[in-house]
């Protein structure tokens, strides 16, 4: 059983708001991509977590080793 990013940005599954006045195209796109990546890098730490306490990763010298 993997585990499933679920969506946290409500930007990406709602519909976009007009720009404000002020804020161009490229900020909204920015703050999308700052969202999105908050969210993937929750959806890796849970995952890490996880395999860390169902002892499938392992330590090799310099290497990291994990049993899927």
Known sequence: MGLQPKPF?????????????GVSKCMQNI???????????????????KWLSEHRVLLSGHKTVIFK
Do not use: D, F, N, Y
């Open 31 to 49: 703050t999308l991509a700052q969202h999105m990546s908050e969210s993937i890098g929750q959806s890796l730490l849970a995952r890490a977590a």
């Open 9 to 21: 940005c409500p930007a990406i599954s709602a519909p976009r708001k007009p720009a404000a006045p």
